[in-house]
């Protein structure tokens, strides 16, 4: 994967930027709160079609830009993928709504022509690592699902189509629940939304299962060598449905007890999640909410058996999303075939200088890099003589070789 041409228009404070990219490893050198950040925030955004910085995609418009009744941001790239030239462009509008409101409106063509989202991901991937993402391993549930569903909807086709109607028949779901909670009715009004919403569901946690599977395969062993062999790293699936049979009398099994479900069939994990709904069906109704599903999936990580976000120390925080993002960028070529584009903000300053070593090796062998950095020094000199610099200052940036 190739991104030849940059282009943006309105995001954050970059109001323009114009830009041919070197199939190389480029870095972006300046100050805090110049930009650098965002050239890498709007390339992922190009990937995953949403930010890795907010939840909100109206504050990627530019804050001057969105003061105007009517308001642009484009995102516009040229990228080479499996031998072909692909063009892609993404267009945010603000637009009047009501008295003196805006609503956003997205817009995505492909080479031309109007698309979903969920037809487009895929065609161009990427990985980023920001020292936001901690959140992965410390934060809340919700953040580990959606670390899986950015890097499921970006390799596995159909991810994110079948993700959008899960959560369209899980929205209307939960409004008959609440209905029937409150005024009664007939339950059997449920059984059409319990058919689609496990046929759906178990899809998903089909794909869950073999993915951080996959992942962990990678990770662990780049962990084991960040770590030079001191430590090993497992990631724990946790679905809220879980499909394996356990056996009776047996209560649960520990987190550090590693559980193989990748035998499962689909139609088996069908079975027993509609089986599963149906008998905890006046439970959900008395609470107005669906209580299991992909909605409420965990992810945990494992270093010697003790779960890295109760028990682990800084380091060993950012260990581990070091070699999770690593694992990413080897599973998505594994899985497609091409070399994601890397995305790494400010890594160098959060590594020791064994582990700048370490990441620099995995990252020689994609096609293209882009580094952001306040110190160019972090690099070595032999990596900073081959790679392309580009400064970065007051929303500007500019090629150092440029004339």
């Known amino acids: 994967m190739h991104l030849k041409h940059l282009s943006l228009t309105n995001f954050r404070r970059l109001t323009r930027l ?24 709007a390339v992922y955004f190009l990937a995953a079609f949403t930010s890795v910085q907010t939840h909100v995609d109206r504050q990627i418009v530019n804050f001057d830009e969105a003061q105007n009744p009517l308001a642009v941001t484009r995102l516009v790239a040229d990228y080479q993928s499996n031998r072909a030239k692909q063009h892609l462009e993404v267009r945010l509008i603000l637009e009047p709504t009501g008295v003196n409101g805006q609503r956003l409106r997205k817009e995505i063509l492909q080479n031309g022509v109007k698309k979903q989202a969920s037809e487009v991901m895929g065609n161009f991937n990427a990985v980023i690592f920001v020292p936001q993402m901690s959140q992965i391993i410390e934060g809340a549930p919700d953040e580990r699902r959606r670390y899986l569903n950015l890097a499921l909807a ?24 609440k209905a029937l909670n409150e005024r009664g009715g007939d339950t059997k009004q449920l059984k059409v939304w319990d058919e689609t919403l496990a046929q759906l569901g178990a899809q998903i946690i089909l794909w869950r299962i ?10 662990s062993n780049i962990h084991h060598e960040l770590t030079r062999g001191t430590e090993w790293l497992r990631l724990a699936y946790e679905p809220a449905y879980d499909p394996l049979p356990k056996p009776e009398m047996q209560l649960g099994l520990k987190l550090d007890t590693p559980i193989d479900r990748s035998a499962l069939k689909l139609d088996e994990i069908q079975k027993g999640f509609l089986e599963r709904l149906n008998s905890i069906r006046y439970e959900e109704i008395s609470r107005g909410v669906t209580t299991i599903g992909p909605h409420r999936d965990d992810l945990r990580f494992i270093i010697n058996k003790a ?12 260990t581990t999303l070091l070699a999770l993002k690593l694992a990413e960028v080897e599973w998505m070529h594994e899985r497609t075939g091409e070399w994601p584009v890397i995305l790494l903000d400010e890594v160098m300053a959060e590594l020791d200088t064994n582990r700048r070593a370490d990441l620099l090796k995995y990252v020689s062998k994609s096609e293209q890099v882009l580094f952001t950095t306040t110190d160019l020094s972090l690099f070595t000199p032999e990596f900073v003589e081959q790679a392309e610099i580009w400064d970065v200052s007051g929303g500007f940036v500019r090629p150092r070789n440029s004339p």
């Open 18 to 41: 114009d830009v041919e990219l070197p199939r190389k490893t480029i870095v972006l050198v300046g100050g805090n709160a110049q930009g650098k950040t965002s050239v890498l925030e």
């Open 154 to 177: 970006q390799t596995v086709p159909s991810y994110a189509r079948t993700l959008s109607e899960y959560h369209h028949v899980l929205t209307q779901r939960n409004a008959l629940l």
């Open 210 to 219: 073999h993915a951080v599977q996959e992942i962990e395969r990678f990770a």
């Open 307 to 318: 779960d890295v976000s109760d028990y682990g120390s800084r380091g060993q925080m950012r």
